[in-house]
């Protein structure tokens, strides 16, 4: 299934596989929705049950998915994969740009990151490891968090995708005609 992906837009997903915390991957789908994650994509993770009645996933999100063909307040889908492959075929199917959110030489901060032609999935770390070398592999580019202070090389993973999502959200958000700042009114705050 396609979960609804639209090829013709430019749409921004998450991918969660070989997250080893369940607190964590309750957090990201939790951190998806809220940034208006068109997809997850769940590749492994099996002793996690992603069903919309699941007591697994979060109240407010189940709530929601169960409403999905009704009044809803996610538009997200959660497509779930068996194995790395059966998901590198898809996103190649769909034309998605897979990214990782790594410490990497080539990754790019996220503050420099620009929107591109396609839709893009974000591919977060493992907790411990990071992204292990298979993933890197698969990757078409990198993305960082840049970090100003000393005392840690990286981020929780939640925090991170929170970072990551909000940052490209709103690069999505910025390129439609009808985004405030792309109009010809100023915002002024109120005093």
Request: net charge negative; hydrophobic share 35%.
């Amino acid at each position: 299934a396609t979960g609804g992906i639209d090829k013709n837009k430019k749409e921004m997903h998450l991918v969660i596989t070989n997250i080893s915390k369940r607190a964590n991957i309750r957090s990201l789908l939790l951190t998806a929705a809220a940034f208006d994650v068109a997809s997850v994509f769940v590749v492994g993770q099996r002793s996690f049950d992603f069903s919309p009645d699941s007591p697994d996933l979060p109240r407010q999100l189940r709530d929601s998915l169960e409403k999905k063909n009704g009044d809803t307040s996610t538009n997200m889908n959660i497509t779930r994969f068996d194995k790395w492959q059966d998901f590198m075929d898809f996103k190649t199917q769909q034309n998605i740009l897979l990214v990782g959110v790594e410490i990497h030489q080539e990754a790019k901060d996220i503050e420099d990151y620009s929107s591109c032609e396609q839709s893009i999935a974000f591919l977060m770390g493992n907790e411990g490891q990071g992204l292990n070398t298979k993933h890197m592999n698969s990757c078409d580019g990198f993305v960082r968090i840049p970090q100003y202070g000393g005392g840690t090389a990286s981020l929780n993973v939640n925090v991170a995708a929170s970072i990551i999502l909000h940052r490209y959200h709103h690069i999505l958000l910025s390129e439609k005609d009808d985004f405030p700042q792309n109009k010809s009114s100023t915002l002024v705050p109120s005093p």
